[in-house]
């Protein structure tokens, strides 16, 4: 009864990790730090979006994609800052959702360094459109229309950062989403996603900074990875650099900062295990704007 626009669609659900908010690996976690810790609220000092659009496995037919948007900004009392993430997954015949708002309070350690600290919270919503497959027997009533469950979200994050270094560790999705039942949210610490990310500049010259950033993602349930990521910086406009995903993927991407206040990035993942032979690769590109820029703030802010 089913055909292979069906068994393709079981295939990518069952490949990619189900049991989370965001199913998808954003590879540009180091310019979107508060899209996975929303303690990195207010950390560009000014109200900072960020959209980006993510093509998986592109060339398989119904291959996912995503869109994503972050929005960030500082309050009055520089103690306080407060953020907005929304963002829309597709995947063959799946499609998630969800919006969360952000409240992050910081402190500063000493005159250069911040600590902060942040609680979120949202909805998701998850759809399985059945009227998506393609059947040998139109009529086959179990792939009649949409199945439909929406549920509560919650996170909370620890950040320290200044102009050099960052880092922090979050729990950006505490409640999970069950594929196979779809029977709404549950809070199951075992399946919470932890994130771990840091990263450092360093000044080759005067015109060259080494960039080496990484991202650990730890899940009892579905497994652990990390991204290992390296990129140079010239003369604070152009960069470049490679990342090593330890689930068998390598990440290209570069960037160019177009205006002291907007950046534009792109960044190309390959998969180095079995499934690279059935795609084309995976695309990401991002578009950020600071607005309220002045010409005596820090040009530009990498971190």
Do not use: C
């Not at 989370?20 to 180091?30: N, R």
């Not at 499609?95 to 942040?118: I, Q």
């Not at 399985?128 to 179990?142: C, S």
């Amino acid at each position: 009864m089913r055909t292979k626009g069906l068994i393709l669609s079981v295939f990518i659900l069952l490949t990619i990790s189900m049991s989370g908010q965001k199913a998808m690996t954003l590879s540009q976690y180091m310019h979107n730090r508060f899209a996975i810790n929303t303690a990195f609220a207010g950390s560009r000092e000014v109200l900072s979006v960020f959209g980006s659009f993510r093509k998986q496995w592109a060339g398989l037919p119904q291959s996912p994609q995503a869109q994503y948007f972050t929005g960030h900004t500082p309050l009055k009392n520089p103690n306080m800052a407060l953020g907005i993430q929304v963002f829309n997954e597709k995947f063959a015949i799946k499609n998630n959702m969800g919006a969360t708002l952000a409240y992050t309070y910081r402190v500063k350690v000493n005159p250069y360094t911040w600590m902060a600290f942040s609680l979120s919270g949202g909805f998701s919503s998850y759809q399985i459109n059945w009227n998506e497959v393609t059947l040998e027997d139109a009529g086959d009533p179990a792939f009649g229309g949409n199945e439909t469950s929406n549920g509560p979200q919650a996170g909370f994050g620890w950040s320290i950062y200044n102009e050099r270094f960052f880092g922090g560790i979050s729990l950006p999705e505490l409640f999970s989403h069950d594929f196979e039942t779809l029977e709404g949210t549950e809070l199951d610490l075992q399946k919470t996603d932890i994130m771990v990310t840091g990263g450092y500049l360093f000044d080759l010259s005067s015109s060259i900074i080494f960039q080496p950033s990484f991202l650990v993602k730890a899940n009892q349930e579905t497994g652990s990875w990390a991204d290992l990521s390296g990129s140079v910086i010239y003369n604070k406009m152009i960069w470049g650099g490679i990342t090593y995903r330890t689930r068998e993927e390598v990440v290209f991407h570069t960037g160019w900062q177009i205006l002291p206040q907007l950046r534009m990035a792109y960044s190309y993942d390959y998969s180095l295990g079995d499934i690279g032979n059935f795609n084309q690769g995976s695309h990401e590109i991002s578009l950020q704007y600071d607005f309220g820029y002045k010409i005596n703030t820090p040009s530009p802010k990498f971190f």
